[in-house]
């Protein structure tokens, strides 16, 4: 049942591959709430996924799009104020991709024309989007987009890889266009930093399933789910948060704050011996 928070208002949701999908919650949770809006993913995700679905589901318009092509996203921005009627008052970048990762390069290994396609799909995309939709003056006075990031930007974790150093730069080009498109139009420029969720896409990178249990058992309120996320991107993009801009704000059940928890030191205390040599020591890495 909604709350009408975002009656009245035009999304476009770009990401949205099927239903474990932060992206596809998003969707739903922005219908409910009283908004029209457009869909937008890959040519080929669209055809392999089932956004199609997604889109029947609520009466969305799918627009295939490559996010990482200017004139692509000039189309999706067009097409999308014609059939919504109006300026777009919401967006929700849910893109993400590491060839690196797929092939499992490690990080002091890298192939850097595959870091060139992780950073162009992960991060640049974020800032073609933006500029693409500030040039058209696409975006309403007010309006508000969104950007779904990891704490790995800050942090390092094992396996994440060079999607790491995609997330650092989502944040700063938020932080970046969020201070001119804040001052020029009032818009809001933000990232949500998400607790580890078994999507798609999060579920390719290495240890996923180790990481996602040791961040439930550090974090006080434990994970936040796919669910979670889409309400808290649902009141961002609400007019609840209009002073709200530049920010990476942490959704993930305390994760980011935590140095080590009760749950976490005894599930380290009992799992160490398969980190220890022939001769008792551990094994740091």
């Known amino acids: 049942m909604g709350n009408n928070l975002l009656q009245g208002k035009r999304g476009i949701i770009f990401g949205a591959l099927n239903n474990m999908s932060i992206a596809w919650k ?3 949770r922005a219908v409910e709430e009283g908004a029209i809006i457009t869909l937008s993913n890959t040519p ?3 055809r392999m996924g089932t956004t199609n679905e997604l889109g029947e589901k609520l009466n969305a318009t799918i627009i295939p ?3 990482t092509s200017v004139e692509d996203l000039t189309a999706v921005f067009e097409k999308s ?8 008052d919401f967006v929700l970048h849910s893109i993400g991709m590491s060839p690196n990762v797929r092939k499992k390069h490690t990080y002091d290994d890298l192939d850097y024309s595959m870091l060139n396609t992780t950073l162009d799909v992960s991060a640049i995309s974020f800032h073609k989007m933006i500029q693409v939709a500030k040039k058209m003056d696409a975006i309403s006075d007010g309006g508000s987009i ?7 930007a800050q942090r390092t974790f094992f396996g994440y890889n060079d999607m790491a150093d995609a997330k650092s730069l989502l944040e700063s080009i938020a932080r970046s266009f969020g201070y001119i498109y804040g ?7 933000n990232t949500i930093s998400q607790s580890p969720t078994m ?5 390719g990178v290495k240890g996923m399933e180790n ?4 961040s439930n058992k550090m974090s006080p309120l434990g994970n936040a789910s796919a669910d979670e996320c889409a309400n808290y991107c649902i009141v961002m993009f609400s007019d609840l948060t209009k002073k709200v801009t530049m920010q990476n704000l942490f959704h993930d059940g305390g994760f980011s704050s935590m140095g080590m928890s009760l749950r976490a030191m005894n599930q380290y205390e009992k799992g160490m011996e398969e980190f220890k040599d022939e001769n008792g020591n551990i094994i740091y890495g």
């Open 26 to 28: 998003v969707a739903e």
């Open 44 to 46: 080929i995700a669209v």
């Open 65 to 67: 799009a490559d996010a």
């Open 81 to 88: 104020q014609e059939i919504l009627g109006g300026k777009i």
């Open 146 to 152: 969104l950007a779904l990031s990891y704490v790995a």
């Open 183 to 189: 001052r020029e139009k009032g818009v809001r420029v």
């Open 199 to 203: 999507t798609t896409a999060g579920s």
């Open 211 to 214: 990481l996602f249990d040791f």
